[in-house]
């Protein structure tokens, strides 16, 4: 071997002047464009190390000299999201439906506060997005028990109904039968009237003699057409929408026992803000408001 660079013949290019058994090694440069952008990425790698957060020591890390931290970051945006929502929250208080619709940011902000809220506390019994399962009203139609105002709705949510509250809704449906208030066969009678009024097949001689019972017990609340009445959370029984059923056994079921649905208060569990933003989505979101 000699320290002289060699060109190999046959390709032009130098050899390091290694050779083993007369085969020659070749040195090929790297490509120019290669090695400058190794430059440039080490450069770069430097001046980040300076600028950025980089390098972790035993207590901690260089913070570089801009100081940028996530964490910072995040601890920004989650502290203007809770002042945004304090805000929002503060305007709902005592707000009425038409001031919140009339704010698209408010509207939206309450709609999906209202959302969550629904989930985590009304689903269980409304069923998903409070479609409802009997004896647990649908709260997405147009047919109400206690009125589907703004209003209704929020005194419905604040104060519940049959709950432990001073303020609750209060209506009760007798237990006619277990309580020996008419007589089995009577009963029947009215099950006939109550599957007349609502469009169902009847016995017209069964429903004549319940229509006048009917007249007696039960049209003071549920109204001489059984239209029902929301001052006694009475339900229309001429309608297809039942709470608890409208076969001739559910009827009877009902009339016999009674039904005392309860709807807990929330007046004592959720805030102000919140219960609006739930009366907001039950009122508007899920459609079935008044
Ligand atoms: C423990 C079960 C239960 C939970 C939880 C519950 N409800 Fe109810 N809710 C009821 C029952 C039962 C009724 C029907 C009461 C009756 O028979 O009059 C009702 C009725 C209502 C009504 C009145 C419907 C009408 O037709 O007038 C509204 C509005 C309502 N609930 C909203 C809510 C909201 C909002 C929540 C969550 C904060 C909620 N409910 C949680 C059981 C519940
Ligand atoms: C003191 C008022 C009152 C009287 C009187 C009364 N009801 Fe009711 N009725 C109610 C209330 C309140 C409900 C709803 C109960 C609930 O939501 O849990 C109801 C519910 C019903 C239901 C269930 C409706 C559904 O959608 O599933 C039927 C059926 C019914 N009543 C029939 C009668 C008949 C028949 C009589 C007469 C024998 C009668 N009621 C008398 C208050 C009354």
């Known amino acids: 071997m000699s320290d002289h660079k060699k060109v190999d013949e046959h390709t032009g290019t130098e050899t390091t002047n290694h050779e083993w058994d007369e085969i020659q090694e070749l040195d090929t440069p790297m490509p120019r464009w290669w090695i400058n952008i190794m430059y440039i990425t080490i450069v770069w790698a430097i001046g980040y190390m300076i600028v950025m957060p980089a390098i972790p020591l035993i207590n901690g890390y260089t913070k570089g000299i801009i100081g940028f931290s996530d964490r910072t970051r995040v601890a920004v945006a989650v502290e203007k999201m809770h002042e945004d ?47 409802g399962v009997p004896g647990y009203p649908n709260l997405n139609d147009d047919i109400w028990i206690w009125g589907g105002s703004f209003a209704d709705i929020k005194q419905t949510i604040n104060y519940g109904i049959r709950a432990e509250h001073d303020d609750t809704r209060f209506g009760s449906m007798a237990a006619y039968g277990r309580d020996e208030l008419l007589e089995p066969a009577q009963i029947d009678d009215l099950v006939q009237h109550v599957l007349g009024i609502s469009g169902q ?3 017209t001689v069964a429903a004549a003699r319940g229509a006048g019972l009917f007249a007696e017990n039960c049209a003071s609340c549920h109204g001489d057409a059984g239209k029902g009445m929301r001052e006694n959370g009475a339900p229309d029984l001429t309608d297809t929408d039942w709470l608890y059923g409208g076969t001739a056994a559910l009827l009877r079921e009902t009339i016999f026992n009674g039904r005392e649905g309860l709807m807990p208060n929330w007046d004592t569990r959720l805030s102000e803000a919140q219960i609006t933003a739930l009366s907001v989505y039950v009122h508007s979101d899920l459609g079935g408001g008044e």
Do not use: M, Y
């Open 85 to 131: 929502r304090s805000v929002n929250s503060e305007k709902l208080v005592g707000a009425s439906i038409a001031s919140i619709q009339n704010d698209p940011d408010l509207l939206r902000f309450a709609t999906q506060q209202g959302r969550t809220l629904f989930g985590d506390n009304c689903e269980t019994c409304h069923g998903r997005r409070g479609q």
């Open 201 to 203: 097949r009847s016995d």
